[in-house]
């Protein structure tokens, strides 16, 4: 999978996820087993599956296909921190407020979350286009 592909896959799920707190990601309907025109990936996630496609070249250790150090989002506001040192699921990640919340509100504010994490991947990686 490509990386535009896997970041407009991703928003897709995620505004939904956002349209329909209390949701899971298994859920949505655009997934093939949910009859839907996406294939199931791991994690329910377009932008693991890029990572796992990457070519062996392209990782940090050989060898390794899942690796989170690939993932091309940066999690975290930290400004110190490079891409390679965030992950979705570490303490401030949007990614993880949405995993972990209790209600409507969290659940909404996690999904708003990882679409601006999603929309600033997209204008990083393809501002020019």
Known sequence: MELIDA????KRLWKW???????YKNEWPDWDINGGD??????WCP?????????E??????G??????LCPIKWTNDDQSSINETWCEMPGSPYLTWQDADNEEEDKAGALGVLKKLEEAERRYFKDD
């Open 7 to 10: 970041i407009h896959i991703s």
């Open 17 to 23: 996820l956002y349209n329909n707190p209390g949701s």
């Open 38 to 43: 996406v294939e199931v990936c791991g994690n």
């Open 47 to 55: 932008i693991c599956k890029y990572v796992v496609d990457m070519p």
């Open 57 to 62: 070249e392209l990782r940090l250790d050989k």
């Open 64 to 69: 390794i296909v899942f690796d989170c150090r």
